[in-house]
């Protein structure tokens, strides 16, 4: 079984190799399965299109050319937390938190949930 990725859709990160390596981007999407993630304004492709037409709508897209990002290896990048007034790189851990949480009846029962926390500051990574 593969380890599990710790680096979420609309985490800032730091691209560490590749032609954009120093660049701190937000994640646009991630792919798990195949351990990529893809990052905003990095790895860009410029891809040329025929115009269309679709008959059930009646629309056509316009011919040309379409930038896009591709996907890159999320062994590339590194998570980024803000400390103070600079972003620094910096590495997961996960703890268990204990919560209070509520039935659909009204009545409460204790649980705990997952919480990403930074090894550099100590304190928990939000979205």
């Given at each position: 079984?593969?380890?599990?990725?710790?680096?979420?859709?609309?985490?800032?990160?730091?691209?560490?190799?590749?032609?954009?390596?120093?660049?701190?981007?937000?994640?646009?999407?991630?792919y798990?399965?195949?351990?990529?993630?893809?990052?905003e304004?990095?790895?860009?492709?410029?891809?040329?299109?025929?115009?269309?037409?679709?008959?059930?709508?009646?629309q056509?897209?316009?011919a040309?050319?379409?930038?896009?990002?591709?996907?890159?290896?999320?062994?590339?990048?590194q998570?980024?937390?803000?400390?103070?007034?600079?972003?620094?790189?910096?590495?997961?851990?996960?703890?268990?938190?204990?919560?209070?949480?509520?039935?659909?009846?009204?009545?409460?029962?204790?649980?705990?949930r997952?919480?990403?926390?930074?090894?550099?500051t100590?304190?928990?990574?939000?979205?």
């Amino acid at each position: 079984m593969a380890k599990p990725m710790r680096i979420k859709k609309n985490d800032r990160v730091l691209v560490l190799s590749g032609e954009q390596a120093g660049t701190i981007a937000r994640v646009i999407q991630t792919y798990p399965s195949l351990r990529k993630v893809k990052v905003e304004g990095v790895n860009i492709v410029t891809r040329h299109v025929k115009e269309k037409y679709d008959p059930r709508t009646g629309q056509r897209t316009k011919a040309g050319a379409v930038a896009s990002e591709l996907p890159i290896d999320a062994s590339n990048v590194q998570l980024v937390v803000r400390e103070g007034p600079k972003e620094v790189g910096t590495r997961l851990s996960s703890t268990r938190q204990d919560v209070t949480k509520k039935r659909r009846d009204g009545s409460e029962y204790a649980g705990t949930r997952g919480v990403r926390t930074s090894v550099k500051t100590g304190k928990e990574i939000s979205l």
